[in-house]
Each structure stands twice: as C-alpha cells, then as structure tokens.
C-alpha cells in the first residue's frame, strides 16, 4: 500500500467522522470552540451587504453566523473537500433558510475564485488540515478585496506552563480516547491531535501571514493559548 499523502489522509478523516464531527468538536474543546469564534466574529465586524469566504467549512457553522451577519443582502461561499462534511453543512442551511449562503466542492490549495473577491475570508480549524499552510494563505491573501481581512481560528502551542504540558497529554491520550467512544474512530482523532501538534506557534504563524503578503496581522490567545486568532489586512 502507498504512503497516503497528508491531503488523502485527512480527506478519508474528515469523510468518515463527519456524522459525529460537531458534537465531538465540543468535546474536545470543552464548549469552548463556539466563544472563540463568536469573539472572532465581534472583532471581524462584518458588514451587512459583504461577501465572504469560508475556506475549509466542514460542517458549516462559522460559514452560518458569516451568513447570518451578512444579511440576505450579502453572499457567503462555504468551501470545503470533503463532501460528507459539506451534507450536514446543506442541512444546516437548509433547516435555516439562508439563502444567502452557497456550499461549494473545492480544495483550499486551489480556490476557484478571481483575484480581489471578497470582503472577508475566513478559516476555522482547517488551515493545519492543509498539504501547505503558505500555499493556503497565500490563496487566501489573492481572493480577499483590497481593504479585507483574512481570519484564520486554529489551535495553537499553549504558552501557560503547566497548561501546555496538560493539553499535549490531554490531546495525546484522552483526546482519541473520546474518539473511540464517541465516534468509534481512534486513528481518525489520533490524526487530528497529530495535525495540532504539529502547527506552528501563534508567532510563527504571525510571520507567515506576513510573508504571504498581508500589511500587517492581530493576535489573539484563547484559553491558555490552546487556540490563536490571526487576522491579516491586505492593504
């Protein structure tokens, strides 16, 4: 059998965990996940009438509250690879009504849009998923207008001591212990913790979105540093 390459890798993860990916996520991140994104969402200040992107969408709740602040005047596009995740997305918006709101079948490395298309694009918990994090920022940086912002949500190295020795034991071993109960997918959780380990720190980080092109980045910690906000200007 090949080496599965990390795109085959995490498009198998993500194709078969997607039934149970929600409420998994807020287990993991102890309910957290949902005020991090929602004081993102209050710093983005998102007009209504915009257009967003929301790269890397999977089940489609940061791709919701973009359309819900977009109002039915603006337009989101979620996109994302795996088209299991993308069905309970269509779900989502369906029971919602968001018209507003267009789910696209699409590769982060690779965005099917022009240059200088949107107001906001966004990326939550997706950008350590990728085969390459410039590539990906990059193309975020080329669709983004003149003026936009790029937000990128993601786990990161906690800087607290003490805290980021229990979060790599936490995320190693009971981590894909929930997995297992939950989702019955221990390989596949064990691969999420892998891919955050794995991410840059929020410095590091910082600098490669400046190297991608962006004017200048904001950070953010969240819960110890356990996930980081970067929000990048294109001037």
Not at 10 to 32: A, G, L, P
Not at 83 to 91: E, G, T, Y
Not at 151 to 159: A, F, N, W
Not at 227 to 234: N, P, Q, R, T, Y
């Amino acid at each position: 059998m090949h080496e599965q390459s990390k795109e085959e890798r995490v498009h198998h993860v993500f194709e078969k965990i997607y039934t149970k990916y929600d409420s998994m996520n807020s287990i993991i991140s102890f309910q957290r996940h949902v005020a991090w994104r929602k004081d993102v969402m209050k710093r983005m200040q998102v007009k209504k009438g915009s257009k967003a992107l929301d790269v890397c969408c999977g089940t489609g709740d940061w791709s919701i509250s973009l359309a819900e602040a977009v109002a039915k005047e603006g337009t989101v596009i979620g996109l994302d690879f795996s088209k299991n995740m993308l069905s309970i997305a269509k779900k989502k918006q369906q029971e919602l009504k968001l018209d507003q709101l267009e789910l696209v079948h699409g590769n982060a490395m690779e965005l099917p849009f022009d240059d200088n298309t949107f107001d906001y694009v966004t990326i939550g918990f997706g950008l350590r998923n990728v085969p390459d994090y410039m590539t990906v920022l990059k193309e975020m940086y080329r669709v983004v207008k003149p003026g936009g912002k790029v937000l990128c949500l993601e786990t990161s190295q906690p800087t607290l001591i003490g805290f980021r020795q229990g979060y790599y034991l936490y995320f190693r071993f009971i981590m894909p212990l929930f997995g297992k109960l939950f989702a019955k997918s221990y390989k596949e959780y064990s691969w999420l913790q892998e891919s955050a380990k794995d991410f840059p720190g929020k410095t590091e980080l910082k600098q490669m979105f400046l190297d991608a092109g962006f004017s200048h980045v904001e950070m953010k910690s969240y819960t110890g540093g356990v996930a980081a906000m970067h929000m990048g200007f294109k001037k």
